[in-house]
């Protein structure tokens, strides 16, 4: 008896104990040939100590986190395979406290703002107030319920009916926190900007939209490891989380043309689809929201971070999509519109081209499954001319992220319309 209480006692002190990321490093190494891929696919799904920040890819750039002990292994692991890594985050701990600094400060009045990141309770509480406040026009309501029990919440938009609609998911991947942040500014803009553009797309569109898709997740990057991407549900002996953006039906586990099933069976790894197809509490809320609203949608938008990426169907084939060349056009309206805000250049094209094989994606299933033609995935700042920090971008990176984001959906918008869509 004693014994179980002593277990009991250590097992809670050490769940509450935050992971710390002091001195470590991130390098970008640049694949570029078959023998590196296979040696980094081989530390991101075989080590516990490096983390991959996301899939290797050929003739591509890809971040590795390394831990202290790791520094001389890791060198020479890349001076072994010929690979060039640059260190880009000299420590990974400094850039994560000084993240999170702004919202340390009491602020004098209980305004919500987009100056620093806010936590789930936050994001939660505020979208309780628009909903409340713009109540003629909006509401939120919970549509599931994660493994830990927090509610899966949809806030939706509606100024005039016969809308046709926009779905919008975010923060699916819990530790890429830009993207909740730029969700809730969308809303925001959507509910009280005077600009005849926003009041355009917010009266003449319908906006269904998941700030938080991944909330147990998300809770896990506050209280104990920033660097957490799946959910929190256990999966094995061992480990923790589902990658829900690997567990949606459409081609779930399916394997591309050159043999990359652009996700793992293996439950530790960061993009475990899951036992099967929606097996996951999270994309049966999101699924829900796709079931419950046939023929409705005529756009889908997943927000993620990092590297300015505007992506488009297929994930998980090298197949160009039917739709290919009204999807790439749409994108690169929206890439012109962000561009011209800050100077930021997206890359636009099929998700698994121009950046890795992917299955069990919430853009595919949306254009496989329900036939939402213009659906895409939304990689946005981390990596850039303004620095390197990944996942950990600054909170004063939020504003310019979220306004050149939403001169991106409009200038989407416009062209989607060019091509009779978004028409009432
Ligand atoms: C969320 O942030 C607020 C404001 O900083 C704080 O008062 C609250 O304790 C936090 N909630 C959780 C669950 O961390
Ligand atoms: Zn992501």
Redesign the pocket.
Known sequence: MKFLALLALLFISASAEKSRFDNYRVYSVTVENYQQLQAIQYLEEHSDAYNIFESPHLNADTEILVPPHKFSDFEELTENLGMKAKLIINNYQELIDEEIKP??TPRVDAQYDWVSY?????IYAWLDEMAAQYSSVASVRNIGTTHEGRPIRLFTISKKSGNRGIFVEANIHAREWISSATATYLINELLTSQDPDIVDIATNIDWYIITNVNPDGL?WT??SNRNWRKTRAPVSALCFGVDVNRNFAYNWLTPDETGNLGASTTPCTDTYAGTSPLSENEAKAVESVFANNIGKFDVFLSFHSYGHYMLHPWGHTRGHSVDYDLQFAVGNAFRAAVQAVNGINYAVGPSNTVLYATSGTTPDHAYGQYGIKLSYTIEMRGNGNYGNYGFVLPPEFILPNAEEVVAGLIGLVNSARTYGYLRN
């Open positions: 919202s340390r806010k936590n789930l309770t936050e809770v506050w209280e």
